[in-house]
């Protein structure tokens, strides 16, 4: 069976990348699949990828889209079946080629970009056609779903959640560390929740004075440095980028909780999953995370990590507290983050993939 996937790229280091690539490698590894991946540009090198699409997400790329129609349709007319991996554009650039060819089509709803060109003149018409059009739209998460559902009636919907590479998070990690770390790994962008993150630990400051939060995100811009300045946590915040994945597990492993109080703004920008919170799983670390949002099915609440209102900083920084406060607390919780994890890993998460396929 040969399946021909749309995404943006197979980049490692950004999120849909690594999304498509755990996808795509793991049903190459099934037997019966073939799988060719057309993408914007090449990262990765695999002799199945082929870079041939233009970027059409902006309006002012609109007309880029029938251009990658006639790319994608001859590539599609050798498959069995078509994958995109995000609604727009790819959904629908796939369901345009599909046209009078009748393959099987499947759209995977990832997050955001399933969601936000509902809402979006011009682009809401395409995709809303699109998943109509479509056999199987799968979302990686019961949030996404249901934000999808909210702007329109679709009945072929079903949930798959992130899976982790779960065997790459076990190393020889020895010894304690005397401090206290909280860590947090995203984008320095609005839905991730620093605004929120940032006065909570400011509150967690005045128990424990040498708290240290590591944030894995990229350069920041003005507002979050200033932001810092004025709660005086200087020495208490540390920005990082461009960790290797050795140095990043580390840190994991180094930290006492992962906290990332991810917000949904405008009702269409929003956390799709949270990868990150079964990566800090993983590694036997407690998580905190926001409701409304993907962290409810990335969180079992009160098992592996907590879940607390979203722009809420008194909240957030009594589940830091709660964790800092009862070690054996934060570790019971690790230890079920980590039989969670193993539980989600991709192994276990391409079999419910390879399941739709063989249907």
Not at 101 to 118: F, M
Not at 156 to 164: L, M
Not at 318 to 347: R, T, V
Request: with cysteine; glycine share 8%.
């Amino acid at each position: 069976m040969k399946i021909c996937f749309l995404n943006e790229n197979l980049n490692i280091n950004a999120g849909v990348g690594r999304f498509g690539l755990d996808i795509i490698k793991g049903v190459q590894n099934s037997k019966n699949f073939e799988a060719i991946v057309l993408t914007e540009k090449k990262f990765d090198n695999c002799k199945f990828e082929k870079p041939i699409l233009k970027k059409s997400y902006l309006l002012r790329n609109f007309l880029n889209i029938f251009t990658n129609v006639i790319r994608a349709r001859k590539h599609i007319k050798k498959c069995d079946i078509v994958h995109a991996l995000d609604g727009y554009p790819y959904g629908v650039i796939a369901a345009l080629a599909n046209i009078g060819l009748n393959k099987k089509l499947i759209i995977s709803g990832i997050g955001t970009y399933s969601v936000l060109p509902l809402d979006e003149p011009i682009k809401k018409w395409f995709l809303r056609w699109a998943y109509k059009k479509a056999d199987k739209i799968i979302c990686i998460s019961s949030f996404t779903e249901k934000q999808i559902l909210k702007r329109i009636n679709l009945h072929n919907t079903v949930v798959i959640n992130h899976g982790v590479d779960y065997n790459k998070f076990q190393i020889d990690h020895r010894g304690q560390n005397k401090e206290k770390i909280i860590l947090s790994v995203g984008a320095l962008k609005p839905r991730k929740g620093y605004h929120v993150s940032f006065p909570a630990i400011a509150e967690v400051k005045k128990k424990y004075p040498g708290i240290k939060y590591y944030i894995v995100g990229g350069k920041p811009q003005k507002i979050y440095t200033d932001l810092v300045k004025s709660l005086n946590l200087e020495k208490n915040i540390e920005f990082l980028q461009d960790l290797s994945d050795e140095e990043l597990i580390k840190l994991y492993y180094k930290s006492n909780i992962f906290l990332l109080t991810s917000i949904t703004i405008n009702d269409n920008d929003f956390e799709g999953f949270g990868l990150v919170y079964l990566e800090a799983g993983a590694c036997g670390k407690p998580v905190i995370g926001a409701y409304g949002s993907g962290a409810e099915d990335a969180i079992v609440n009160g098992e592996t990590g907590i879940l607390v209102p979203q722009n809420d900083v008194q909240k957030t920084a009594e589940a830091i507290l709660k964790l800092l406060d009862d070690p054996e607390l934060a570790n019971k919780m690790g230890e079920s983050g980590k039989k969670f994890a193993e539980k989600m890993n991709w192994k276990n998460i391409v079999d419910e993939y390879v399941k739709i396929y063989e249907n």
